[in-house]
């Protein structure tokens, strides 16, 4: 019987079957970063253990980092104290950790597969959410718990149950102007915040299949706002040639070997899936979200739905996502005014982002009253942009330049909103309380969106700029 | 493994949170794990949603000293923070029933013993507006039979096999669990091309 990715990834990382009817299923690749792990490590020394496969566990500093100054200690104690942790905790049990002096720090879900860390055939973990962007490479690969991330470092396992699997096909071609950040905002508008909970998604069809390694990451990393805890593409050649001369990939005649394997990972034709989902590409626009979850969205010509028009289940978070956002029903979301742009984040902070947004940040100046920041996903994303002058486009347009790490998209750094700000943002969460602020507001968009908000200072269609 | 693991059933005071997609931000502030151990988590549990609705629930009088959470639906979404969870521990909560949960935020609870079960919404809405009826009334929560009690009433309340498994049998803290495979890891990883080399 023809099988899935999914099916040959498990299988060939079951230990065995648990007392429970879970799976033991071994790690291949853990990542870590100082916010969730600190209690991990805690709990395996109170437990005497050690790290079991000290080699398959790599570490970065993202969440907490500012991107302003960022010379040691650092103004927030807090902050401080957590990267002390990790410094400590990783040379404790001998890990490594791509700190700020290694050239390869930045937002965990960029740095794994720029390292070629991240490929096609692994299971990846890491405590984050968004570790579902690994799977843009062809892994299988979710976000853990602190708890998990014990089991992880103490046996290199989780004890999980099977997703069932949905494959999500985008038919088409997309219109320009539209990028990848649509199509994943649209399949999350489609399917439901909650509709992934208990799959898998396997991304295909011609969009996908034709898509860059860097937008297929921003398509995986916004799997589990739809409620899926992993999501994945099927490796082809673009995987291939983007895991080509990686530091972390074999070079030579095993790369070769390497690339043999990971094609034989791939969904065979026939395989079956638990459903099917489609959409059409070429009817996506540029997508904004308006309201408090990443479902809430609309193409950037269309007016923001009524409560009514919901399911009555549904109606109560719409009204609260009215009143947070301060918007009415059937208002157009185009001409929403911003105070913030944001262009960052393991959704879109890589050099193709950047790319984008400069193109359009060309096309004027920031707007008098809007703050706009560019935050690169990792420092070599930093230093191919400076190479290119992305930098000083930017500046020359009013936007500020900063250094890599999570930033604005969850405010743990001096990054946030104050007060009730209203943000353009290229980030993944438009929770209430999200960038920093318990009353800012957030729009999620493409960087092109973002770049064209912020040159405008409202929410306006990009591709009235890029005509 | 220690009886007092076993989580056959929980009873205590119910806490009604109505709402759908209440996401981990919500449960806990990012601000707020800037800490490197999770005490006093409990504290910050829904801190912005508390301030600025002086009726959340959290704050009601009525409702303090509760330890079963009755929530909408997709409780939990988003980040995986363990913070969210750890931080309804710590306020207090030992179990949840609800119509849909994250995920992750699913796995964190069991990972601490916190059973999560899933009701329909009628039974969920039902349930919430009995106990803000009578705050004082114990809910009971039986993971083993999959059904809450609430007065004469039981309600059905299911959750899948394997966490059903590990809850009841206390063999949810896992790290002992995982361990006892020995070897057979070792031998899975020297299967794996990208483990021994391509």
Redesign the interface.
């Given at each position: 019987m023809a099988r899935t990715l999914l099916d040959k990834v498990w299988e060939a990382h079951t230990v065995r079957t648990l007392p429970s009817g879970q799976t033991q299923l071994l790690i291949g690749l853990h990542l870590i970063h100082e916010v969730t792990t600190p209690q991990a490590f805690q709990m395996l020394k109170e437990l005497k253990l050690t790290v079991r496969m000290p080699e398959r566990t790599f570490g970065t500093l993202d969440h907490i980092i500012p991107t302003a100054d960022q010379t040691r200690p650092y103004a927030d104690p807090l902050a401080e104290d957590m990267a002390a942790h990790m410094y400590k905790n990783t040379k404790e049990f001998g890990l490594p950790l791509f700190d700020m002096a290694s050239g390869r720090q930045g937002i965990v879900h960029v740095i794994g597969p720029e390292l070629g860390l991240s490929q096609p055939g692994m299971t990846i973990a890491c405590g984050d959410s968004h570790t579902s962007t690994h799977g843009a490479v062809g892994a299988i690969a979710f976000g853990i718990g602190t708890t998990q991330v014990r089991d992880v470092l103490a046996t290199q396992c989780l004890a999980m149950a099977k997703p069932k699997l949905r494959q999500v096909r985008v038919d088409g071609a997309l219109a320009k102007g539209v990028y990848a950040k649509d199509v994943i905002l649209a399949i999350i508008g489609t399917l439901g915040v909650k509709g992934g909970v208990g799959y898998a998604y396997e991304y295909a069809g011609p969009i996908i299949e034709r898509m860059t390694m860097e937008e297929r990451l921003t398509v995986c990393n916004m799997s589990i706002e739809g409620g899926a805890r992993c999501g994945y593409v099927n490796p082809d050649a673009t995987t291939i040639e983007y895991l080509r001369g990686r530091p972390y990939t074999p070079a030579g005649a095993a790369f070769d070997r390497a690339a043999a394997w990971w094609k034989t990972m791939a969904t065979e034709p026939g395989a079956k899936f638990d459903d099917v989902a489609r959409l059409d590409g070429a009817a996506i626009e540029p997508v904004v979200t308006w309201g408090i979850n990443p479902g809430m969205s609309v193409g950037v010509s269309q007016r923001i739905p009524s409560p009514d028009s919901q399911p009555e289940p549904e109606r109560p978070t719409f009204h609260e996502a009215l009143a947070h956002m301060g918007f009415e029903a059937g208002q157009p979301i185009k001409g929403a005014k911003i105070d913030v742009a944001f262009v960052g984040s393991c959704t879109n902070g890589r050099l193709s982002d950047l790319r984008i947004a400069a193109e359009v940040a060309k096309k004027g100046k920031v707007a008098k009253h809007v703050r706009a920041l560019i935050v690169p996903g990792s420092q070599q994303v930093a230093r191919a942009a400076e190479a290119e002058g992305l930098h000083e486009i930017f500046q020359a347009a009013g936007f500020q330049w900063r250094k890599a790490g999570c930033s604005m998209c969850l405010g743990m750094n001096d990054d946030k909103l104050q007060g009730r700000e209203m943000s353009a943002s290229s980030s993944n969460r438009n929770f209430i309380g999200r960038q920093g602020s318990p009353t800012g507001r957030t729009l999620l968009m493409s960087p092109a969106m973002v770049a064209a908000a912020a040159i405008t200072g409202v929410v306006t269609d990009v591709r009235e700029i890029l005509r | 493994m220690s009886t007092n693991f076993k989580r056959r059933q929980v009873s205590g005071r119910g806490i009604p949170l109505?709402?759908?997609?209440i996401?981990t931000?919500?449960i806990i502030?990012?601000?707020f794990?800037?800490?490197?151990?999770?005490e006093g988590m409990g504290e910050h549990a829904f801190e912005?949603?508390r301030?600025?609705n002086p009726e959340h629930p959290f704050n009601q009088k009525a409702y303090q000293g509760a330890s079963v959470l009755v929530v909408?639906?997709?409780f939990g979404?988003?980040?995986?923070?363990?913070?969210a969870?750890q931080a309804l521990m710590r306020w207090g909560i030992r179990a949840i029933v609800g119509g849909?949960?994250?995920?992750?935020f699913f796995?964190?609870c069991v990972?601490?013993g916190i059973p999560c079960l899933v009701a329909s919404?009628a039974d969920v809405e039902w349930l919430q507006k009995a106990i803000a009826r009578a705050p004082q009334q114990p809910v009971t929560v039986d993971v083993e039979t999959q059904e809450v009690r609430f007065g004469d009433r039981i309600i059905k309340a299911t959750v899948?096999?394997?966490?059903r498994?590990?809850l009841v049998?206390g063999?949810w803290d896992?790290?002992a669990?995982?361990?006892e495979?020995g070897a057979?890891?070792e031998a899975?990883?020297r299967?794996?091309?990208?483990?021994v080399?391509?």
């Amino acid at each position: 019987m023809a099988r899935t990715l999914l099916d040959k990834v498990w299988e060939a990382h079951t230990v065995r079957t648990l007392p429970s009817g879970q799976t033991q299923l071994l790690i291949g690749l853990h990542l870590i970063h100082e916010v969730t792990t600190p209690q991990a490590f805690q709990m395996l020394k109170e437990l005497k253990l050690t790290v079991r496969m000290p080699e398959r566990t790599f570490g970065t500093l993202d969440h907490i980092i500012p991107t302003a100054d960022q010379t040691r200690p650092y103004a927030d104690p807090l902050a401080e104290d957590m990267a002390a942790h990790m410094y400590k905790n990783t040379k404790e049990f001998g890990l490594p950790l791509f700190d700020m002096a290694s050239g390869r720090q930045g937002i965990v879900h960029v740095i794994g597969p720029e390292l070629g860390l991240s490929q096609p055939g692994m299971t990846i973990a890491c405590g984050d959410s968004h570790t579902s962007t690994h799977g843009a490479v062809g892994a299988i690969a979710f976000g853990i718990g602190t708890t998990q991330v014990r089991d992880v470092l103490a046996t290199q396992c989780l004890a999980m149950a099977k997703p069932k699997l949905r494959q999500v096909r985008v038919d088409g071609a997309l219109a320009k102007g539209v990028y990848a950040k649509d199509v994943i905002l649209a399949i999350i508008g489609t399917l439901g915040v909650k509709g992934g909970v208990g799959y898998a998604y396997e991304y295909a069809g011609p969009i996908i299949e034709r898509m860059t390694m860097e937008e297929r990451l921003t398509v995986c990393n916004m799997s589990i706002e739809g409620g899926a805890r992993c999501g994945y593409v099927n490796p082809d050649a673009t995987t291939i040639e983007y895991l080509r001369g990686r530091p972390y990939t074999p070079a030579g005649a095993a790369f070769d070997r390497a690339a043999a394997w990971w094609k034989t990972m791939a969904t065979e034709p026939g395989a079956k899936f638990d459903d099917v989902a489609r959409l059409d590409g070429a009817a996506i626009e540029p997508v904004v979200t308006w309201g408090i979850n990443p479902g809430m969205s609309v193409g950037v010509s269309q007016r923001i739905p009524s409560p009514d028009s919901q399911p009555e289940p549904e109606r109560p978070t719409f009204h609260e996502a009215l009143a947070h956002m301060g918007f009415e029903a059937g208002q157009p979301i185009k001409g929403a005014k911003i105070d913030v742009a944001f262009v960052g984040s393991c959704t879109n902070g890589r050099l193709s982002d950047l790319r984008i947004a400069a193109e359009v940040a060309k096309k004027g100046k920031v707007a008098k009253h809007v703050r706009a920041l560019i935050v690169p996903g990792s420092q070599q994303v930093a230093r191919a942009a400076e190479a290119e002058g992305l930098h000083e486009i930017f500046q020359a347009a009013g936007f500020q330049w900063r250094k890599a790490g999570c930033s604005m998209c969850l405010g743990m750094n001096d990054d946030k909103l104050q007060g009730r700000e209203m943000s353009a943002s290229s980030s993944n969460r438009n929770f209430i309380g999200r960038q920093g602020s318990p009353t800012g507001r957030t729009l999620l968009m493409s960087p092109a969106m973002v770049a064209a908000a912020a040159i405008t200072g409202v929410v306006t269609d990009v591709r009235e700029i890029l005509r | 493994m220690s009886t007092n693991f076993k989580r056959r059933q929980v009873s205590g005071r119910g806490i009604p949170l109505p709402g759908n997609d209440i996401d981990t931000d919500r449960i806990i502030p990012a601000r707020f794990l800037k800490a490197v151990t999770f005490e006093g988590m409990g504290e910050h549990a829904f801190e912005d949603a508390r301030k600025q609705n002086p009726e959340h629930p959290f704050n009601q009088k009525a409702y303090q000293g509760a330890s079963v959470l009755v929530v909408g639906q997709n409780f939990g979404c988003g980040s995986s923070r363990e913070h969210a969870p750890q931080a309804l521990m710590r306020w207090g909560i030992r179990a949840i029933v609800g119509g849909s949960f994250g995920e992750i935020f699913f796995g964190n609870c069991v990972m601490l013993g916190i059973p999560c079960l899933v009701a329909s919404q009628a039974d969920v809405e039902w349930l919430q507006k009995a106990i803000a009826r009578a705050p004082q009334q114990p809910v009971t929560v039986d993971v083993e039979t999959q059904e809450v009690r609430f007065g004469d009433r039981i309600i059905k309340a299911t959750v899948s096999d394997g966490p059903r498994n590990q809850l009841v049998g206390g063999t949810w803290d896992s790290t002992a669990v995982l361990l006892e495979a020995g070897a057979a890891i070792e031998a899975t990883a020297r299967r794996l091309p990208y483990v021994v080399g391509y």
